[in-house]
């Protein structure tokens, strides 16, 4: 498939939806690692300035947009319903998808490139840190929520829009596969890297083995939990809309909550280059912790409690592999803006890693506490 700029599309996916108003004005929006995402001004007669969400779903990704469009209308009518019986505004608490010209909810472009339109939610901040623990704890409770929220949703017509997405066990072998390949020849300069990665392959498979073994139970989990797929309520800060549906498939509650420790339960960004100013904060893991099982605990089973730890490491473990990966490959997956970008990213990931095994029986203990 061709990978022409979005921005070279993006006129023709404009002229699919009825806006409204008068489109004046669509421009780069967010910082995503996977869709391109636009803000769309328009005008209406009246005068007054309405934005919406324009986005490219990344097909090279999501293969099938259909069947990730068809989870996300089902997901998110299935929250306005719920969000309608607890007299809630379901403008701002659930991500609302407009339909085409043609009533389908994307657009398949002359490209094979896929294309969807959200109202945006306004009165809103999305934040790319840690602002306060205030805040941190709101985002706790709102993913917390979410996985409540959807706790009865019909988990088997949700399709896997990214096969064995979790899987930190597959997630290692095709590590594995593009070190073998090596197909850029940066394997030599990254050495403490890999050998990071290769003294923790057991890790890797603790939590697979678990669901393997039928113990810990599938739920309808959202999968991308970092802080910037949440949106703040600008006044009272408090989680108003989980965003960034394409990964809601049946997962394990752990990797929710492990995936907003890994981005959150620290003071620097993603992507910081000075690794002495990446330290895993235990204030900040044990606000999350307070926030997510006041939400979601009474849910989940003993087991799926005590493992919470072996999440946040294991989505960090993971991620940082990913980064690695990507790395050694070519830079093929993850967005990069300057070069060594994924290796960046991937450093901080190993940092915070290692920082949770110094504070592991501290984290164990903070959990067995909230429980
Ligand atoms: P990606 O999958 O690339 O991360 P997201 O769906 O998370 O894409 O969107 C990227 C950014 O766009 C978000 O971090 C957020 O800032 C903004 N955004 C997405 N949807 C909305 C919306 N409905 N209203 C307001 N802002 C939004
Ligand atoms: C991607 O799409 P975005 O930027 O919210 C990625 C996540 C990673 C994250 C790392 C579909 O999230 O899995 O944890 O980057 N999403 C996908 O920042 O791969
Ligand atoms: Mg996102």
């Given at each position: 498939?061709?990978?022409?700029?979005?921005?070279?599309?993006?006129?023709?996916?404009?002229?699919?939806?009825?806006?409204?108003?008068?489109?004046?004005?669509?421009?780069?929006?967010?910082?995503?690692?996977?869709?391109?995402?636009?803000?769309?001004?328009?005008?209406?007669?009246?005068?007054?300035?309405?934005?919406?969400?324009?986005?490219?779903?990344?097909?090279?990704?999501?293969?099938?947009?259909?069947?990730?469009?068809?989870?996300?209308?089902?997901?998110?009518?299935?929250?306005?319903?719920?969000?309608?019986?607890?007299?809630?505004d379901?403008?701002r608490e659930?991500?609302?998808?407009?339909?085409?010209?043609?009533?389908?909810?994307?657009?398949?472009?002359?490209?094979?490139?896929?294309?969807?339109?959200?109202?945006?939610v306004?009165g809103t901040?999305?934040?790319?840190?840690?602002?306060?623990?205030?805040?941190?704890?709101a985002?706790?409770?709102a993913?917390?929520?979410?996985?409540?929220?959807?706790?009865?949703?019909?988990?088997?017509?949700?399709?896997?829009?990214?096969?064995?997405?979790?899987?930190?066990?597959?997630?290692?072998?095709?590590?594995?596969?593009?070190?073998?390949?090596?197909?850029?020849?940066?394997?030599?300069?990254?050495?403490?890297?890999?050998?990071?990665?290769?003294?923790?392959?057991?890790?890797?498979?603790?939590?697979?083995?678990?669901?393997?073994?039928?113990?810990?139970?599938?739920?309808?989990?959202?999968?991308?939990?970092?802080?910037?797929?949440i949106l703040m309520d600008?006044?009272t800060?408090t989680g108003i809309c989980v965003?960034?549906?394409?990964?809601?498939?049946?997962?394990?509650?752990?990797?929710?909550?492990?995936?907003?420790?890994?981005?959150?339960?620290?003071?620097?960004?993603?992507?910081?280059?000075?690794?002495?100013?990446?330290?895993?904060?235990?204030?900040?893991?044990?606000?999350?912790?307070?926030?997510?099982?006041?939400?979601?605990?009474?849910?989940?089973?003993?087991?799926?409690?005590?493992?919470?730890?072996?999440?946040?490491?294991?989505?960090?473990?993971?991620?940082?592999?990913?980064?690695?990966?990507?790395?050694?490959?070519?830079?093929?997956?993850?967005?990069?803006?300057?070069?060594?970008?994924?290796?960046?990213?991937?450093?901080?990931?190993?940092?915070?890693?290692?920082?949770?095994?110094?504070?592991?029986?501290?984290?164990?203990?903070?959990?067995?506490?909230?429980?």
């Amino acid at each position: 498939m061709s990978l022409k700029p979005a921005e070279e599309l993006l006129q023709e996916a404009l002229s699919a939806w009825e806006w409204g108003g008068t489109v004046v004005g669509a421009v780069r929006y967010g910082a995503g690692h996977i869709n391109d995402t636009f803000c769309v001004y328009t005008q209406t007669a009246e005068g007054d300035c309405v934005r919406f969400i324009l986005q490219r779903i990344n097909t090279n990704t999501f293969k099938d947009p259909a069947g990730l469009m068809e989870n996300i209308s089902g997901v998110t009518s299935f929250l306005r319903k719920k969000i309608e019986e607890k007299g809630g505004d379901t403008s701002r608490e659930t991500m609302n998808v407009v339909a085409t010209k043609e009533g389908k909810n994307f657009y398949a472009d002359s490209n094979g490139g896929a294309w969807r339109v959200y109202t945006f939610v306004e009165g809103t901040v999305c934040l790319q840190k840690v602002e306060s623990p205030e805040d941190f704890y709101a985002s706790a409770y709102a993913f917390g929520q979410f996985q409540q929220l959807l706790a009865d949703y019909p988990a088997a017509t949700l399709h896997e829009t990214i096969a064995r997405f979790h899987d930190t066990a597959n997630r290692y072998a095709n590590f594995e596969k593009a070190l073998e390949a090596d197909a850029c020849g940066r394997a030599k300069d990254v050495q403490a890297e890999i050998e990071f990665v290769k003294a923790r392959k057991a890790d890797c498979s603790i939590m697979v083995d678990l669901l393997a073994q039928g113990k810990l139970p599938l739920r309808v989990t959202h999968n991308d939990t970092k802080l910037n797929n949440i949106l703040m309520d600008k006044t009272t800060r408090t989680g108003i809309c989980v965003i960034d549906l394409d990964t809601v498939m049946p997962g394990l509650a752990a990797n929710d909550y492990g995936d907003s420790i890994r981005f959150g339960a620290n003071d620097c960004a993603e992507d910081e280059k000075d690794l002495s100013k990446v330290n895993f904060s235990l204030p900040l893991f044990e606000t999350y912790t307070k926030g997510f099982l006041a939400a979601a605990g009474s849910a989940l089973t003993d087991l799926e409690k005590e493992t919470l730890p072996w999440g946040a490491r294991l989505m960090t473990l993971e991620c940082g592999i990913r980064f690695l990966t990507d790395y050694l490959e070519g830079d093929h997956y993850f967005r990069v803006h300057r070069e060594g970008h994924n290796l960046d990213r991937c450093r901080t990931q190993f940092k915070l890693v290692s920082d949770m095994e110094k504070a592991w029986d501290e984290m164990m203990a903070i959990v067995k506490k909230y429980s």
